[in-house]
Nanobody, 115 residues
Framework: QVQLVESGGGLVQPGGSLRLSCAGS????????MAWHRQAPGKQRELVAV???????NYADSVKGRFTISRDNAKNTVYLQMDSLKPEDTAIYYC?????????WGQGTQVTVSS
């Protein structure tokens, strides 16, 4: 059973930073590409960042230069470092993995950027 558990969300002022964590079950993080998505109120869920099994990364244009995705295979954890946060980054952030055509999501963690 694949499980993804996010943590690290919270309330932060504009310009601040947060680091989200996603702990995966077994060795899933070290084997498969992982991604972070987000969903703001009244909007569709959107892809934020991807890290492949080989470590290549890709980002949505809206977060390039501010967010960094990484992973620690020994801890079976993928991270999303978010810097220079803006109010428009406010959303629920979800960890995602596709295993053999089956998609799995974490429960989400709320990020609120507000003064």
């Amino acid at each position: 059973q694949v499980q993804l558990v996010e943590s690290g969300g919270g309330l932060v002022q504009p310009g601040g930073s947060l680091r989200l964590s996603c702990a995966g079950s077994g060795s899933i993080v070290s084997i498969y590409g992982m991604a972070w998505h987000r969903q703001a109120p009244g909007k569709q869920r959107e892809l934020v960042a991807v890290i492949t099994s080989r470590g290549s990364t890709n980002y949505a244009d809206s977060v390039k230069g501010r967010f960094t995705i990484s992973r620690d295979n020994a801890k079976n954890t993928v991270y999303l470092q978010m810097d220079s946060l803006k109010p428009e980054d406010t959303a629920i952030y979800y960890c995602y993995v596709n295993v053999g055509g089956f998609t799995y999501w974490g429960q989400g963690t709320q990020v609120t950027v507000s003064s």
